[in-house]
Nanobody, 126 residues
Framework: QVQLEEFGGGLVQNGDSLRLSCVASTRTFIGYALAWFRQVPGQEREFVSAINWNGDTTWYGDSAKGRFTISRDNAKNTVYLQMNTLVPADTAVYYC???????????????????WGQGTQVTVSS
């Protein structure tokens, strides 16, 4: 079992930056692929970004390309999502997800990930 806890959400202005963190409670953090998804009430959970087990491969959803950067610190059991140039359409609950996968065949679908955090709210005002 892996427990994930997100930090860093909040209320920001249009154009601001924000960095989300997700800490995992596992001794084998390096073995996990990690991802960020986001969800607006009444809508499907949307893929934002993912990173493979050793951090050398990343994936981004269309809404994140060019603005968001995912990274991980295996020594701190933490994955980050740096979000720049935020706009009101980025307002959502952001979730951290994980799956044990020491390979690059990472899928960017909600169903592929086994473990989820409780989410952190990000609100971007116009």
């Amino acid at each position: 079992q892996v427990q994930l806890e997100e930090f860093g959400g909040g209320l920001v202005q249009n154009g601001d930056s924000l960095r989300l963190s997700c800490v995992a409670s596992t001794r084998t953090f390096i073995g996990y692929a990690l991802a960020w998804f986001r969800q607006v009430p009444g809508q499907e959970r949307e893929f934002v970004s993912a990173i493979n087990w050793n951090g050398d491969t990343t994936w981004y959803g269309d809404s994140a390309k060019g603005r968001f950067t995912i990274s991980r610190d295996n020594a701190k059991n933490t994955v980050y999502l740096q979000m720049n140039t935020l706009v009101p359409a980025d307002t959502a609950v952001y979730y951290c997800a994980a799956r044990l996968a020491m390979h690059n065949a990472v899928k960017t679908t909600r169903e592929w990930f086994d473990y989820w955090g409780q989410g952190t709210q990000v609100t971007v005002s116009s």
